[in-house]
């Protein structure tokens, strides 16, 4: 996948871009960014991107004439999926993100001060938000979603991990997780787990997940299917939901 972003700040996505899962996945071919700097397009003389909202009020807005110029230059046949960032969009979630990650082009723009003009905005395709409140910019945002977006690309996580498999994929939050040693300061890890019974092992995560999901996101667990459990899962979740009660 392609991912273009446009922004006042190119400098702040180096670290991230290049360390870990995402660096290597550029390294493998697998993703390819370009990192373009608004201000670069900017036909004003000193440059500058952003000017006072007409009607008034507090900040600044960003001009249409660089973020139309720097689009010209980078997707001048509209072939990517342009996304901006912004609070008003929809929001980030699993669903959006697999979606996403189905593109062979992603364009994102991340806007600064109080908004971008309209104009520019209706040269989007998709507005997106991380959650409601309100960031600085679009930059953290931008890379949430580039993290977010690549777990679904086929070959960003090893071959053992798995997108599928965790918390809000499942519609569960994910079970509790350890590693050795099996006991540290006085604290044991539980005994299913040392068992070496994988049958028991997978019910105990499964209800652990159960557990946790319904302490803490009891809505999550509204829309869980429950054809797919067995009798004992079942069981499990009426007990569990009974002690809520
Ligand atoms: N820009 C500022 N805040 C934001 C948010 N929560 N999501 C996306 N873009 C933003």
Redo the contacts with the bound molecule.
């Keep these: 996948m392609k991912i273009d972003v446009l922004t006042l700040f190119p400098e702040m996505f180096s670290g991230v871009l290049g360390a870990s899962m995402l660096g290597r996945a550029q390294e493998r071919g697998i993703l390819e960014f370009g990192l373009h700097n608004i201000r670069a397009y900017s036909q004003s003389k000193h440059k500058n991107t952003d000017d006072y909202p007409f009607g008034g009020g507090a900040g600044m807005v960003m001009m249409p004439q660089p973020i139309f110029s720097c689009l010209d230059a980078v997707d001048p046949q509209h072939e990517a999926l342009r996304i901006?960032?912004?609070?008003r969009?929809e929001t980030?979630t699993t669903a959006v993100a697999r979606d996403l990650a189905r593109q062979e082009h992603l364009l994102l723009l991340?806007?600064h001060y109080e908004g971008i003009d309209e104009r520019a905005m209706a040269q989007m395709d998709r507005e997106?938000?991380?959650?409601?409140?309100?960031?600085?910019?679009?930059e953290?945002?931008?890379m949430?979603?580039i993290d977010c977006v690549s777990r679904f690309i086929p070959g960003v996580l090893g071959s053992s991990e798995s997108a599928e498999d965790e918390s809000f994929s499942a519609g569960l939050l994910e079970y509790p997780q350890y590693t050795r040693p099996a006991e540290y300061q006085g604290m044991a890890v539980p005994e299913v787990l040392l068992s070496g019974n994988h049958a028991h092992i997978a019910r105990w995560r499964r209800q652990e997940a159960f557990r946790l999901t319904l302490k803490r996101r009891p809505e999550m667990m509204e829309s869980l299917d429950e054809s797919g459990l067995d009798k004992h899962d079942r069981r499990f979740l009426a007990e569990l939901k009974n002690q809520e009660n």
């Design positions: 901006v960032l912004a609070p969009g980030l991340c806007g997106v938000s991380i959650g409601d409140y309100v960031l600085t910019g679009g953290l945002p931008a949430v979603l």
